[in-house]
């Protein structure tokens, strides 16, 4: 990886300490992290350094630097065509499957670079886990068996009798054990979309992920399956940093914590033009581009 010292970046403000079990919490500064749980350290901070990116020849995201605290909810918001989801991608290490794509910069996992040499490919795909827009679990494969698929993956070994707390677990925080806990052995490809979309969250927190990236989680979703995955998201936030990818204003104002805008001029790569805490950045925003696009005048 290589960065540019000397080029101007936009970061959010260093992070204080967390306060004390037990304290009254209340939503994200946009300089704070937060741990919903009370519990202090448990949480991992990503932060993206002086990410430059390429397939092939084409730039697509220009020296773009964002602090995503632990415990916050950070929303990716812009027009299509801006490099959100590539810049997703980059945070877990996916945007090296591409056979053309290049990239410049550091990812930090509480301080150490997931692209480090030293650092392995499965270590930093277990501590980031993704879930994708279009619901994938494997459909030849029962709900209990999707759950248990990233142990699998990881090479992780388990008890029988652990694997079934893990499954409930992960069911449960994923939103989706009340529905399914009588028929654990069904496909789960026969599940609803929404329900397929709960059980890949619960896939990917049983590999116990300490960010978890959503990429337009909710898109193919009506508004029933989209409430109950937003509630689920806040309720995640207690113990795994979330980073999304959301096209929604609405569910941007309503689950998260901070937001980065994101813009890509007419040939030009995307940048952040600006970020915050939500409240400020659609009550307030510091860039009339920003005002013009929560406000949907483009976009």
């Known amino acids: 990886m290589t960065t540019d010292p000397t080029a101007d970046t936009m970061t959010i403000p260093a992070v204080p300490p967390p306060p004390p079990p037990g304290a009254d919490v209340p939503r994200l500064d ?36 964002l602090t995503m ?9 812009g027009p299509s065509g801006c490099g959100k ?43 980031i886990g993704m879930v994708f827009q279009k619901p994938n679990p494997f459909p030849a494969m029962s709900i209990r068996e999707n759950v248990l698929a990233g142990l699998k993956l990881t090479g992780t070994r388990m008890p029988r009798g652990d694997k079934d707390d893990l499954v409930e ?20 490809g026969g599940l609803s979309g929404g329900q397929q979309q709960r059980l890949c969250i619960a896939r990917s927190l049983a590999i116990r992920p300490r960010v978890l990236l959503m990429d337009e989680p909710c898109s193919a979703l009506d508004p029933t399956s989209t409430r109950v995955i937003e509630e689920t998201m806040l309720e995640l936030a207690r113990e795994v940093t979330i980073v999304i990818v959301t096209h929604n204003m ?15 001029s007419q040939g030009q790569p995307g940048v952040i033009v600006e970020h915050g805490n939500t409240e400020a950045m659609f009550q307030s925003p510091q860039d009339s581009r920003t005002y013009d696009y929560v406000n949907g005048r483009f976009g």
């Open 169 to 188: 677990s992960c069911l449960v925080k994923g939103g989706l054990w009340n529905e399914v806990k009588d028929r654990l052995d069904a496909p789960g």
């Open 250 to 264: 609405q569910q941007a104002a309503r689950v998260s914590d901070q937001c980065a805008f994101f813009l890509a």
């Open 69 to 77: 605290p632990a415990g916050g909810i950070t929303a990716l918001i």
């Open 85 to 127: 989801s590539t810049f997703l991608r980059i945070l877990n290490r996916m945007h090296e499957l591409v056979p053309s794509a290049q990239l410049a910069g550091e990812v930090l996992l509480d301080g150490e670079d997931i692209y480090d040499p030293g650092k392995r490919l499965i270590d930093a795909r277990r501590a």
């Open 30 to 65: 946009p300089a704070t992290s937060i741990d919903r749980s009370g519990a202090p350290g448990s949480l991992a901070e990503l932060e993206a350094r002086e990410i430059t990116a390429w397939f092939g020849d084409h730039k697509v995201l220009d020296r773009v630097s």
